[in-house]
């Protein structure tokens, strides 16, 4: 979870945290870390088709889950290391 941190696919939003993905089977992944966690998985949708190489198209998805446990440790990692948006928003 801290290097989906990290690498910006993981960030926090209020009281959720919003990982996003071209790989579905990660998302996998993340659902279980969110279940050891104590949390739930909200939604899982496709939100955009990306561009991979020249010939390529991938899936963008987004997958909203909350942790209901204030001053979690992850949240308190995502405040020191994390970001506000994703890597894969247009505007960065």
């Known amino acids: 979870m801290q290097n989906w941190i990290r690498s910006r696919h993981l960030i926090c939003q209020g009281n959720?945290?919003?990982?996003?993905?071209?790989?579905?089977?990660t998302i996998e992944r993340f659902s279980q870390c969110i279940r050891v966690l104590g949390g739930t998985i909200i939604?899982?949708?496709?939100?955009?088709k990306l561009w991979m190489g020249d010939h390529r198209q991938v899936i963008l998805y987004r997958v909203r889950s909350s942790l209901h446990t204030p001053g979690h440790s992850l949240k308190q990692y995502w405040i020191k290391y994390g970001s506000f948006r994703?890597?894969?928003?247009?505007?960065s």
């Open 16 to 25: 959720f945290f919003i990982f996003e993905t071209v790989d579905y089977s």
């Open 86 to 91: 994703t890597r894969f928003d247009r505007g």
């Open 43 to 48: 939604s899982v949708e496709p939100i955009d």
